[in-house]
């Protein structure tokens, strides 16, 4: 049911005049004015009335007056946040971050430079932020936005930055020198804003002093102090003056060095002083030391404030003033400042050093310049100076009918919103009351001697430095607690840290500085920079300051004594507002003239939710309570209006959850007061004493400090959640406090509080700590005893449980947290908000409870302990669970002499044994129980498993045994699940429905004698042994990372050692802690290995780089030697062929570093039996060999020449060979067909290891890793390779969503494509290549890896200082044989490929589709077309449709895999084909040289081309076909460029595509030139294209033609592309062979 709201308003402090306002919606906020009032309810509607002489109310006129609120309705579509009222215009904000602005703007005030008047809200500006407040000032308007910014509008001194600047009209713009600072409130005055700016990260470091300056008038000795700290503030890159004078660099001064700072206990937490939290209950500094002067002369003491009322900050000062010797200290030379300051103000004015090192000035005259000012007449016009004296608003005469008011009071406060108009350059003029002297504010330039540059540095709002691991998790709170809600990066209201700023007209005190001087740019009030302040509100010239503690301090006008109740003189400085003193303050509102206060207390004090009024109508100094308001209802809001006018919305027949909420809000600002006085009482003392020092290394010193850090900031956290829950007014939106919407993140502080609490209490570090301060805690223990009176605890006069209870207060508040908001949920419509805040609550309950009666049982525990034992394990965070004297459990087999004792701590197993004791970390302790089938005796034997040792113990009966297991194991669980989060567990109570993992993380030291002793291992643990991934460290050196299998190292790891100081890797996998299967080897040498291993030894396929004989071996390995077919290259010469046992053995080539080329059959590293040997001169012999270089048998001789020798030979190839045969001279026809290339034997290659025979190992492991183990393919293998590679690249995916490595492949191979399909149309064959394509460029796939080892093997074959011309033949057929068998390969993964080698051509579906139809008309019985048909169709007549229906194309091997292979090894392999044809190639460039250097015409001539064929680069350009001056070819530039692109492709088919490209060039040229239907013959044809080829300059065309011949299929040597090909080798030929003269 929705509770009824009404607003009332009435005059001074009684309900005479109580009169309701006719608004029944909810109030949330009011703006009351002189002549018009503003209301904004909870949905964000806007309602004005009073007068509208300017358009104020908004309602589209500016005619008549309204005594009922008028709805602004051009403002419903909007959601309004914050309402403000000026003299005549209205300002609003929305969430949505527009501003509105109506009424008069004379003074820009309405955001526009139109001065005019708006009779409807006008938008004058839109933000990406909610608008927070907004409020105004005589002349000009402000807005703060949720992101913290300041932005403000109008005119007048808050906007004059300068003295030398006018007052000038500025639009909407934000603040200079704070416009980078986070605003958290702000109010204006008349003419002046005072803002709460949260302090900032970085802090300045200044170099000038906080040294007062006293300036001195000489006629009367009348003293003015100035703090130079106010000053000392970073406001830009350039020092400005808040004065808003110029300064220059003639103000700067070098300080001198500084001293060090006294010793104490901040050494010991290596931390600055608390702030004004904890050091305002200190005693007050001496008189003497902290008095300040005022202008007038007079102290505060002596209006009958106290010290703490007249200057907040005092309280918070250090005990000695000797501390300002802290901050660097101005050494000023008086001369130099004297004639500094004659020049620029005259020779009145004298310079002399006080004592306390202060600069006095002293003036030779006195101005008397009058200070008052007179009285406008009300106009037309807005301006303030001249509004009509009304003793009553207009709009509320009928309202006041009743009522009459002295025309004194009136005028008062009319008076504080008159603008002086005295210039600010004129001296100003004291009051004709308060008899102050006037001072020239030339006079601000004496502090401005203190100013100098500053640099940033780190700053904590906190007091103590919290650590870095402690910050972090502070910082990360109170993010979440600002970021939790839609909106909440703006959500930054509440702050502990916080800094009061004010600017703009002081001639009444109100900025708060201490004089009464103007200040035209921000400026600190340094008495308020630790006093906590988060609310400000002002009225015309008086101000006050809400803070989180509750107390309001108070400056400005005092004039109805709103500030000081006796003495009605101005305040200069904040000042403690006396009702704020003894009791917390929730609320504030401030008018004209008085004040209202809500003040709030426990539901055991009669004050609760009392609100106070101060100033005019005040009946004594605490304020008058008004009791009526309690009548009306709960209190929404409430607001203080001019002439002792107030106005009030309550909830009317509140119910228990708004009693709920009232209460929560009290105790809390109850339960922060108190935290506050124990910090000061008992914590500080503590810190500050000389035991503390002792403490730095000490268990108790480690505890005492985390627990006082947490403290720390457990108490900024409660005072944030205090300004949250006093803000809160309706409990349907308690959600908004920390402790309901952020409760995990606020309870984070508690947590972490009372662990370290408990650590302490475990250690019995408090007895301890409180022996050791007992004096001083003495001193101080009735102010403790008072602190325990106020919470109505119950205690004894021992000073340990005081002390106990006080340190344990912050967590008794976990149940008035539970119990009061489970009121609230119980009472709320929607209580469903709060249910996991509950829930966490009761949760938090029971925590702590079992958390204090494990800390108490393990501090008795340790109390009984022997003391060796205690020393040894007694930890802060280590809990006692169980022992053995209470529940019986018994070592079984051992000796008597020794009594055993086991105890179960929250993190470790301990068994004890007599006098000494071993330590089982919880995180690597198994229990197993030792009862089985095969051991039934063993019924109460259990089993502790640990890395090196099974502890059998025995419990005395089934129960006893199961208790055991179960503690254990539970124990078990509750500290792994901590220990994986954090170091210490919060935690370590048994949880039933938590199960022990087998599997942990933990490291461990091996200390039992074998070859793991002094090792260290970190990682994954099962059942007591290494499994998984973890890291080994041997005492040697070595370490191991990898993984583990069974407590041996097994699985993909990586070695490291160090030998001789050099390091050596090893990274592979592993088996029983040897390399089994592939690895890499980085030896300490410099040697490496890549490839297999096998009980660590090589094996399989390796490769084996040896720096000490310039060595590459590649090829298959046995047992650690070289064993099958592989590749040596050393030292300049190659071997190709079989290895037995490290020695060359079977069929291989050789090279020699003499260039001779050798192949035949090796034994024990000699070439044996028939075999070839070819010289660098082409002449070889073939016959009997008996070793290397030596010849005994039958051979023949064949010279380069021809001529050849057959018979016997005998000898040598160093010393000399017999040769017994016949010598035959080669005939001139033979001489004459000799072919350009060397005359090798039909023997040459066949020598060798045959082809097929190399890299079978390679082949071998691709087939294992897709799954294939038998010699011959099977259907099925298809099946098992696909389900091989999907397996593997989920696996991959898997690690790269970990995070543990980056994906480096094509998301196309995780998955699978169709295959194994009864047909192969051409979509099908191009989807195969994208997949081959994706594949054959990750190494990750078998495809993949074969593809890169067959790479790295053919290159060092066929690379290197080795190569030589004679290997051309065999690269050549090794390619062929390599692409053969990958193509097998990949004919598992897709079958539907052709099974043979031959060219097949593939239509696509709708051609296949077609022959099916075909064929089932044809034939009776339908046939299954098979997929690769020849080129030859069904019939004649249908093949002919059938190629014209859709594209075809043709696969084979080659085609499929020389475009994935070629390009990888294209650089070796084309060298051997250059080195093959190097003669040829110089011949064929020297004649292409000799021919270019001819014209285009002189050629065309020479090579008998018609005059219709000479077709110029220019005509070529004009019909299209190149553009012109883009190329110096000449004649035929596209065909020729088209045609150089040759030497840029790769495989034999893209070379086909280039000359196919040059001849359509060549004929569009032609064509386009001579007619389209002209037809080349090839007399026409081959002179261009020659012209065309020499033109192109390839200097190794031959070398290319060879190539392509090599390795171009056979069915392209047919038709159209065979007849270009053949005509590029025409031309070849006839450049190479042309004679020219």
Known sequence: ???????????????????????????????????????????????????????????????????????VACLDAEEITSVAVGSYHTVCGSISGNVYCWGDSSHCQCGSLETCRYTTPLRIAS???????????????????????????????????????????????????IEDRFVLDVSCGADFIVAVLKKPTTKTKTIAAKSSFVIVHKSDSQHTSFNSEEFNKELGEKIHCPLGLELTEEHVLVPPSTRDSPISLRKFLGRETRSSSINSRRSHVSSTESSVTCMNGVTHHQVGCTQEEVNPASKTRPRSLTSVSQQPVINVDTNEAEQWLKARIGDQFTVRASENSSITLSCGSQSNSSGSTAEGEATDSPHPATLEHNPVPPYMESMWHSITSSSQAVTSAMQAHIVPKIPYLEKLAPSSDSGDTSMSDSMALVPMLAMVESTKEDYNSNPIKISKQRSQIFNKACNALNNNEPGGEYRSASCIATEVWSWGEGEEGQLGHGDRLNRLQPSSISSLSDSQVYRVDCSAHTCFALTTSGKV?????????????????????????????????????????????????????????DIFLTGAS??????????????????????????????????????????????????????????????????????????????????YGFCLRNMVEDLFALVDMIGLNTQELCAVSDPEHMESASVANNHMVYLQFFTSYATHFHNLLAMNGITHLVDRVRIILLNNEIAITSILERCQLEFSDDL??????????????????????????????????????????????????????????????????????????????RRLVRESKSLSLNLIGASKLYKNVFVLFNDVFV?????????????????????????PSHEHEIKLITPEAIIRVEATNTSEKAEWMWMISQTVTAWLSNYKAEPIPANP?????????????????????GPLQGAVYNGKWYRGQMHGEGQLMWADGRVYTGQFDSGEISGYGKMTSKINGKLETMKGYWSQGKLHGFARTRFANGDSYIGFYRDNLYHGHGMLKQRSTMSIYVGEWKNGKRHGYGVMDSQGEKYLGQWCKDM?????????????????????????????????????????????????????????????????????????????????????????????????????????????????????????????????????????????????????????????????????????PSHNLSYLSLEHLNCIRDYLCQACDSEFHPLGLLLKNLVDVYRASYSGTGTHRRLLMHAREELLSITYRYYTLIRILFPELPSDYSAKKIVSEAVFAAQRQQEAEVHSVPQMAVSSNHFDPLNEESGRELQQMAETDIVTPTLLIFPMFLPKIYEPLFHLYALQNETADEQYWNKLQRFNKQCDSTLFSYLGIPERFRISQEEEATHGEFKSGTSTNGCYSSAIESLQRLSTCFTPAEKLQVLQLTFEKLNNIVKASLSDDFNWTMDDLFPVFLFVVIRSRLRYLGSEIHFMDDLMDGHLEFGELGLMFTTLKACHLQIHTEKLI
């Open 127 to 177: 933000f990406d932020s909610p608008v927070k407040k907004v409020d105004c000032c005589l002349t000009s308007s402000v807005a703060l936005l949720a992101d913290g910014r300041l932005l403000a509008w109008g005119s007048g001194s808050v906007l004059q930055y300068t003295t030398c600047n006018k007052p000038q009209v500025l639009e909407l713009s934000p603040f200079r020198f």
């Open 989 to 1009: 109570v048994p949880n039933p429905l938590r199960t022990t993992p087998l599997v942990r993380l933990a490291s461990h030291m091996f200390s039992k004698a």
């Open 553 to 609: 301090y108070g400056w400005g006008g005092n004039k109805h004594g709103q500030v000081v109740y006796k003495d009605k003189s101005t305040v200069l400085q904040p000042t403690l507002i006396s009702i704020s003193a003894k009791k917390p303050v929730i609320d504030i509102s401030l008018g004209v003239d008085h004040a209202l206060l809500q003040v709030i207390c426990p539901s055991n004090g009669r004050d609760k939710g």
């Open 911 to 935: 068994h004890i044994q007599g006098s000494t004791h071993k330590v089982y970390p919880l995180e690597k302790l198994w229990i197993e129980s030792g009862a089985s089938e095969d051991h």
């Open 618 to 699: 005040s009946q004594n100094a605490l304020g008058s309570r008004l009791e009526f308001t309690k009548k009306l209802g709960h209190k929404r809001c409430m607001r203080a209006g001019p002439n002792a006018i107030s106005s009030i919305c309550v909830e009317q027949r509140a119910p228990i959850v708004f009693q709920a909420l009232t209460e929560l809000a009290a105790t809390e600002i109850q339960l922060y007061r108190i935290l506050l006085d124990i910090l000061t009482e008992l914590v500080e003392p503590i810190l500050d004493s000389d035991y503390m020092a002792a403490l730095i290394d000490s268990p």
């Open 1144 to 1312: 060359k053995h079977g069929a291989g080539l050789h090279i020699t570093l003499d260039d001779y080329y050798m192949e035949g059959n090796f034994s024990n590293n000699k070439l044996v039996g028939q075999g070839l040997v070819i010289s660098s001169d082409d002449t070889y012999y073939e016959g009997t060999f008996t070793g290397a270089g030596d010849v005994n048998g039958k051979g023949t001789m064949v010279m380069n020449n021809g001529d050849s020798i057959s018979g016997s030979f005998d000898g040598s190839w160093t010393t000399g060979i017999k040769v017994y045969g016949v010598y035959k001279k080669a005939s001139y026809f033979d001489r004459s067909q000799v072919h350009p290339l060397p005359n090798l034997p039909k023997s040459f290659g066949t020598l060798s290891t045959a082809h097929d025979s190399k890299w079978k190992e390679l082949f071998r492991h691709s087939k294992v890793a897709l799954g294939i183990n038998s010699g011959q393919l099977v259907h099925s293998d298809c099946e098992k390779a696909w389900n091989k590679v999907a397996v593997l690249f989920a696996h991959l995916r898997t690690i790269s969503l970990k995070g543990k490595q980056k994906r480096e492949y094509s998301p196309v191979l995780e998955k699978v």
């Open 800 to 877: 340990l449980v005081k002390v106990s209870i006080l340190l344990q207060l912050p967590l008794r508040r976990i149940n008035e947290y539970h119990e009061l908001i489970e009121t609230i949920q119980l009472n709320l419509e929607d209580g469903s908000k709060l249910v996991s805040c509950l829930t966490a609550l009761e949760q938090e309950k029971v925590r702590l409870s079992t958390q204090y009666s494990l800390a108490e049982s393990t501090r008795i525990f340790w109390d009984q302990c022997p003391r060796n034992i205690s020393l040894a394990l007694k930890e802060p965070h």
């Open 1 to 71: 049911m929705p509770m009824k709201t009404q607003t009332y308003v009435w005059k001074g402090s009684n309900d005479l005049a109580l009169t309701k306002w006719p608004i029944n919606a909810p109030v949330k906020q009011m703006a009351l004015g002189f002549y018009h009032s503003v209301f904004l309810t909870n949905d964000g509607k806007v309602f004005c009335c009073g007068q509208n002489t300017h358009g104020q109310l908004g309602v589209g006129t500016d005619k008549g007056s309204y005594q009922e609120p008028m709805w």
